[in-house]
Nanobody
């Protein structure tokens, strides 16, 4: 079993920056894929950015060039650095992890990001 705990959300003005962190704990052999998703009120949860164990990344078109995902495999952490934040980035952000060996999927409880002037 893997537990994911997010931190780093908050209130920021448009154009500002935030850094989200997610720490995984529990019975971890290897976490293959990690990602950040977000869900705004009234909308479906969407992928923001993902990263493989080897460091390959993918981003939603809406955040390319503004957000950067990174991970530390030794510490089982994943971060999301968000720059040039826009009003439409307001959402609850969720950390996600997948263990291919067991085909298990894990979610954090989420952290709120609010972009407002």
């Amino acid at each position: 079993q893997v537990q994911l705990v997010e931190s780093g959300g908050g209130l920021v003005q448009p154009g500002g920056s935030l850094r989200l962190s997610c720490a995984a704990s529990g019975s971890i052999f290897r976490i293959d894929n990690m990602a950040w998703y977000r869900q705004a009120p009234g909308k479906q949860r969407e992928l923001v950015a993902g990263i493989t164990f080897g460091g390959s990344t993918n981003y939603a078109d809406s955040v390319k060039g503004r957000f950067t995902i990174s991970r530390d495999n030794a510490k089982n952490t994943v971060n999301l650095t968000m720059n040039s934040l826009k009003l439409e980035d307001t959402a609850a952000y969720y950390c996600y992890a997948r263990v291919l060996e067991t085909d298990a999927h894990y979610w954090g409880r989420g952290t709120q990001v609010t972009v407002s002037s």
